[in-house]
């Protein structure tokens, strides 16, 4: 049926040349609209004559009357239909927005995790730096020591086999 423009059409109403038809000019009906329009004032089978009587002209204003509420009804329908159309237009609307704003919460969340993460990724790295830079401190001095050791463990092997080859001259010495 129509496609849910303007309510304000124009409608006119005419009879046909034999005056057993209503010609309804600008509007657009379905066959079921027209089939139940045609059911109750049916004339079941008998021939109208040439001339209008009171009777047709009855018929032809309670067939225009019939149209009229049929054609309320559709546009009922129609306005209904376009309110729920615009309800549920507003509906995926704030559902998008919702998601939207959920998406971008989660987002934002992600990002300051991340760069929570990086932060922490960089504090670790200089804690990592610091201790390596005190175990080459460590080891300097521990290797400063240890040949301050050796030194001195030189020294005394070199006095100790001084003493030890002076003493086993002097007892050679004394038993020759």
């Known amino acids: 049926m129509g496609g849910g423009g303007s309510s304000a059409r124009r409608v006119t109403f005419e ?4 005056e057993n038809i209503t010609v309804v000019k600008g509007v657009r009906l379905s066959d079921s ?4 329009m045609k059911e109750p004032s049916s004339p079941s089978g008998r021939p109208q004559s ?3 009587s009171a009777s047709g002209a ?14 309320a009804l559709e546009r009922a329908r129609r306005d209904s239909e376009a309110q729920k159309r615009r309800l549920f237009g507003k509906i995926l609307e704030r559902e998008r927005i919702s998601s939207n704003e959920h998406l971008t919460r989660a987002i934002l969340r992600e990002r300051a995790a991340t760069e929570e993460e990086r932060q922490k990724a960089q504090r670790f790295a200089k804690q990592l730096e610091e201790k390596d830079r005190e175990l080459k401190k460590h080891d300097a001095y521990y290797k400063e020591q240890l040949a301050r050791l050796e ?6 092997y070199k006095v100790t086999t001084e003493q030890y080859q002076k003493a086993a001259d002097e007892v050679s010495a004394r038993f020759k």
């Open 151 to 156: 030194e001195r463990s030189a020294q005394f």
């Open 15 to 18: 009879a046909d040349e034999n």
């Open 33 to 36: 609209v027209i089939d139940r």
């Open 58 to 71: 009855a018929n032809d204003e309670e067939l225009k009357k019939r149209i009229a509420e049929e054609l």
């Open 50 to 52: 040439q001339h209008r």
